[in-house]
Each structure stands twice: as C-alpha cells, then as structure tokens.
C-alpha cells in the first residue's frame, strides 16, 4: 500500500484520488477549497462517472480522506499536484494556481516524497518551476516526475483504467517510483525519456486536436460560400482507408484542454525564439466562430435578430455532461443577446446558468439551434411543428435536419 495525497480535487484530481484508493493505495485528496471538501464528503459533486456511494464507502474504510487541512498530506510517500492552469485575462498561461499549490506541498510534505505534476503545462514546468520551488523553500532528498493527465469526462470508453500514462521523472529512481504507483491502476504505463517529452505530448495530443477542428470549421466557411455540404465532404473524405481522420466543424472548441492547451505550446515556442503560427492561427480560427455564426443565424432570420425569439439547445462544452468550462455556446449565447434576440435554452443535464433555467423545447419561436445535443434530448416536438432548425452540432448524427455547415 502506498500513501499517496491528490491535490486539487475537480475533474481530474477527484477521480484521481478515488481510482487510486480503489486500487489499494491510502490516499488524501487535498483542496483548499472548504466547500468542495465538504460537498465530497457528503458525496455530493458535479463530475461524471463517479459513484458517490463509492466515494462514502472508501471514507468509511478509511481508505480515502478528503480534506482542506494541508497537514494531511504530511506522510504521504507520493504527493500529485492536479491543479488547474488556465488562461490569464490576456491569454497566456496562468500558473499562479500550480505554483501556490507547490508552495504549500513543500511546506508540508516528508523530505523524502516523490512530487508529480499531472497539471498540464509547457515543456520545462517540472524542472524549471516546480522544483526550484521546492528547492527554495526544503533542503530533502525530494523525487520529481511528470505524468501529464489524459482524462476526458463523460467518455465510457477511455478512463483512467485503459488510457495509456506518459511518465518521466528528473531521475531514474523518481521515474521508477512513478511507474510502479501508476501501474497499481493503469493498465497502459508509457515511459518517455524526459519530463519536457511527457509535459509536450500532453500539448501536442490537444493542439493536434484544435488545429484539424479549426480545418474544419475554415472548410465550413468555404462550403458556405461554394455551396456545398461540410459533412458530406467530410463522410467522402472519410472513405479513405488511410492518411485521413474526421474531425468536424463547430461554434467553437470548449473544456479545459484544446482551447487551451495549445496556447501553453505556442507560448514557451514563442519564449524559446520558435514560430507558432499555424497554433496562432488556428486558435483565431476557432475563437471566432460564435461571431460568425451570429452571421450565419442572421442570414437565416432574414438580417434581423431585433426581437426575435431564438432557443439553443445544450450549454456544455460537449454532449452528455454538464461542463461549462471555455463553453463556445455560452459566448453565442450573450452574442445573440447583444444583437437583439430573444434566446432561451434547453439543456435536461445543465439546467441551471447563472440565475436562468433551462426551459423546455419551445415551438413558439422563429429560430431552434442544436449546438450540444445529449441522448436523453426528445426532438419530436420540433419534428411535428414548423419550427425552423439549425443543426450546428459537432457531430455527423444526424438529428432529423441537415446539417447547417
């Protein structure tokens, strides 16, 4: 058995902590975060797949602790920072979070612990933020590596389980220690030569994502001018047995990782004197299309949004869960507010934004877009009425309209 402490306790560290401990290890899941501990220990959070009563049982067993008192952490062997790393307000990295995370770590952690960052971050992070954190503030014989996180909520296939880890650590002991923890609950462990190698795949695997999605969407732009269907072109191309992977257009990228993610590979590019245009150009690509698809629904509205009544339907980032974060639908939303539409929104797994609710699907409107549709969603009653549909889903499903890119 093997201590270990998680800390940061959202949608990575959380089901971190709880499939470690199911595993057989002791574990901590740390969050300064009062709220969010409590909320944990009465089993009650807003990440999918995990089973609350799961949760209160390994409490009970005392197998797993959550908790907001950083003296927890203190005899844990491995200690793993699962913090967030955004975007500041003008849009380069923000590790503010990561580095008061390791601040506090160093100040409570044994000196013999291994530190593993799964934060995703640039090439460097570990060697050249994290530890000299720790440096500064402990002398020990302190252990470091890298295991960047691959999670990816809601999805039923690929979990923590059966999602191949990219592990390196400073040293071969540090390494070794982070191999043999992560196999404990991984049944795929990938070892990479150096830390910056691990922290630039977990880059890359997003911005690989984010630049074939803005691909798409600048197709979506040329078909619309053309006249022809994106998402035929798409399935045509898609007959190719080999060379070629569909990606599909939408209003935007959303979550954590590929508006993201790119942005901490195009900035340390930048800081290291290499070009990152395609990355640049790509995010712009992206970033703009909620305002270009209130030109799209203008057109469709006869260009004029004044008054009229619009519903969208889903608010998260992607289908079947209830994460807004970066939600390229919640920014379509304040634009089509802004030009003078009337829009509500349904959305059976969000249901609550701000002070607004979600309302059922109405036929009583000039205008219905499907921008995240969910699988409980009944689109029957907009089937039977003459309601006007735009289908901007991104997806090939097909929802009983043609698709709109």
């Not at 910056?196 to 798409?216: C, D, G, P, Q, Y």
């Not at 195009?266 to 209130?294: C, E």
């Not at 379509?332 to 979600?358: C, K, N, T």
Request: proline share 6%; net charge negative.
């Amino acid at each position: 058995m093997i201590k270990v402490a998680v800390v940061g306790q959202g949608y990575v560290g959380l089901p971190l902590a709880i499939q470690a401990s199911e595993a057989g290890n002791k574990v901590v899941g740390y969050d300064n975060n009062q709220e969010k501990i409590l909320e944990i220990n009465q089993g009650r959070f807003e990440i999918p797949g995990l089973d609350s009563e799961l949760i209160i049982s390994l409490i009970a067993e005392n197998r797993f602790k959550a908790t907001y008192d950083p003296s927890d952490i203190s005899d844990s062997d491995i200690v793993i920072l699962a913090v967030p790393t955004p975007l500041g307000k003008d849009g380069k990295p923000d590790t503010s979070v990561l580095e008061q995370a390791a601040g506090t770590v160093a100040k409570y952690c044994k000196p013999t612990a291994l530190i593993i960052n799964e934060s995703t971050s640039y090439p460097g992070t570990l060697r050249n933020l994290i530890q000299p954190i720790f440096n500064s503030k402990s002398a020990s014989n302190l252990l470091f590596a890298a295991a960047p996180e691959r999670v990816d909520p809601g999805n039923t296939k690929w979990d923590l389980v059966n999602t191949p880890r990219v592990i390196s650590g400073l040293t071969t002991d540090a390494t070794q220690k982070a191999v043999l923890f992560y196999k404990t609950f991984c049944s795929t462990v990938h070892e990479v030569s150096s830390p910056e190698v691990a922290e630039a795949s977990k880059l890359f695997e997003n911005t690989f994502r984010m630049v074939n999605i803005a691909l798409a969407n600048e197709l979506a732009e040329i078909s619309n001018k053309l006249g022809f269907s994106t998402h035929e072109a798409i399935a045509a191309a898609s007959t190719k047995p080999f060379g070629f992977m569909p990606f599909y257009p939408s209003i935007g990228v959303g979550g954590h990782c590929i508006p993201i993610d790119p942005m901490y590979l195009s900035d340390v590019a930048k800081r290291a004197g290499a070009d990152s245009s395609l990355i640049d150009l790509a995010q712009n690509i992206n970033s703009a299309m909620p305002k270009n698809t209130v030109k799209r629904v203008k057109l469709e509205l006869d260009n004029e949004l004044g008054n009229k009544r619009i519903q969208l339907v889903g608010l998260a980032y992607k289908s079947n869960i209830s994460d807004l974060r970066e939600s390229p639908a919640l920014e379509l939303l304040h634009e089509l507010r802004a030009a003078g539409a009337i829009v509500s929104w349904h959305d059976p797994i969000v249901g609550q934004y701000g002070e607004e609710s979600s309302k059922e699907l109405d036929e009583n409107i000039d205008l219905g877009i499907i921008l995240t549709p969910y699988d409980e969603i009944d689109f029957s009653k907009w089937k039977k009425s003459a309601v006007k549909v735009l289908d901007l889903s991104a997806s090939s499903k097909n929802y009983g309209w043609p698709k709109s890119f």
